[in-house]
């Protein structure tokens, strides 16, 4: 079946550097796929999306391209700020929505 | 639009207890979910609506129940609680579930944290 698998975390970074969150997914046909973020205390909310292959989401300085023959939708950012400390789910979506575990960011000033 | 809300923020229950989460959403979508997050697992689909009086299983229905008279809400009633069900229980939304289009973006309330003790 359809699955998310992404890195575990914590990713542990300080301010203004370079992040990667890595995400691979596995599906029969063409999901659209998604980073969603949850700031503490907080449900999910979309950071960015993609629909097809190549597309590029972007949102709040964030980016992740849709690589279907390395079926990856990696998250990065070129420089975090202490306001990005957060968990960042990857997830895709057919016909229905299926999360990856998670990846914790603390970015430290 | 208050987008998806969710009540109780909080609850805590005894095993075997029963309890209502309630969901609602004002945005007219037709598909709505129920989800639950635990440490190390992500969030899992527990149940799901694709419309007003059609509703099934996801990953991880057992203990659950669901409902669909309306377009705007979307109860999950825990029958018997046990401790297993100990979680955080997020509600979603979103206007369709087709895939590569503008529309399969799904919306989250705010979440319940259920104890069961």
């Known amino acids: 079946g359809d699955s998310v698998t992404q890195m575990e975390g914590p990713v542990t970074l300080s301010e203004e550097a370079f992040l990667t969150i890595n995400c691979t997914y596995t599906a029969t046909g063409y999901p659209s796929l998604f980073w969603y973020v949850q700031y503490p205390g907080e449900g999910l909310q979309l950071l960015l999306k993609?629909?097809?292959?190549?597309d590029k989401g972007s949102n709040k300085g964030f980016e992740a391209t849709y690589r279907k023959e390395t079926t990856s939708f990696h998250l990065e950012k070129g420089s975090v700020q202490v306001s990005d400390s957060a968990v960042y789910f990857c997830?895709?979506?057919?016909?229905?929505?299926?999360f990856g575990t998670g990846t914790r960011l603390q970015v430290f000033p | 639009n208050a987008g998806v809300t969710q009540t109780p923020k909080f609850q805590v229950l005894k095993t075997g207890q029963s309890m209502t989460l309630q969901c609602a959403q004002d945005?007219?979508?037709?598909?709505m979910s129920w989800y639950r997050q635990d440490p190390g697992m992500g969030l899992r689909l527990i149940h799901y609506s694709v419309g007003a009086g059609i509703t099934d299983q996801g990953e991880v229905p057992n203990g659950y129940n669901v409902s669909r008279s309306t377009t705007e809400d979307f109860p999950l009633r825990l029958l018997s609680a046990a401790p297993s069900q100990t979680s955080v229980y997020f509600c979603?939304?979103?206007?369709?579930?087709?895939?590569?289009?503008?529309?399969?973006?799904?919306?989250f309330g705010p979440g319940t944290r259920l104890t069961v003790l």
């Open positions: 979603a939304s979103s206007y369709s579930l087709a895939s590569g289009t503008s529309t399969d973006t799904q919306y």
């Open positions: 993609a629909t097809k292959a190549d």
């Open positions: 945005m007219n979508h037709e598909y």
């Open positions: 997830a895709l979506s057919e016909d229905k929505l299926i």
